[in-house]
């Protein structure tokens, strides 16, 4: 399996959330322990997980890399 690459702010990307998909960008890349999005986010330099923010309801969320999916255009 290829490795996926890192995500920059202002990238485009999808994840599921409750069975549906959601677009928006990333807003932010973590690589410590750290409070976001309203809970505390587990990010390493290993593991790093992105703040993202949805196109339909501004709210902002954080994933790992592996649950989000680059949208081309960006």
Do not use: C, F
């Amino acid at each position: 399996m290829a490795k996926k690459r890192r995500l920059h702010k202002g990238d485009k990307v999808s994840w599921r959330s409750h069975g549906h998909e959601v677009t928006g960008k990333v807003t932010g890349r973590h690589t410590e322990r750290t409070e976001a999005a309203g809970r505390t986010v587990d990010a390493s330099p290993e593991e790093p997980q992105y703040e993202v923010e949805s196109d339909d309801s501004g709210r902002s969320a954080v994933h790992k890399r592996d649950a989000l999916r680059k949208k081309g255009g960006s």
